[in-house]
């Protein structure tokens, strides 16, 4: 067990935080997938929008990397296009 103050108040941030962060990753992975299984060109172009600016909000705050965000909607914006 930790034997300072601040590494008490430490434990206790970073258990908050990576609870925190735990929920929004989630969030966006759930986003991520349902995007990819929508099967409607005009559907999907609706919630693209909206999955990007999830994206990029995680990848600004460090909860996911920015080249991680880049690369899923990269790949989103390919699954769509292939829709017909």
Do not use: F
Request: hydrophobic share 35%.
């Amino acid at each position: 067990m930790a034997n300072h103050k601040s590494s008490v108040k430490r434990i206790r941030q970073d258990k908050k935080r990576t609870l925190h962060n735990r929920y929004y990753a989630k969030t966006m992975r759930n986003a991520v997938r349902k995007l990819r299984a929508i099967t409607d060109k005009e559907e999907a172009l609706k919630l693209y929008p909206s999955v990007q600016k999830m994206l990029d909000k995680l990848a600004k705050t460090n909860i996911i990397h920015k080249n991680k965000a880049s690369n899923l909607k990269s790949k989103l914006a390919c699954h769509i296009s292939k829709l017909g």
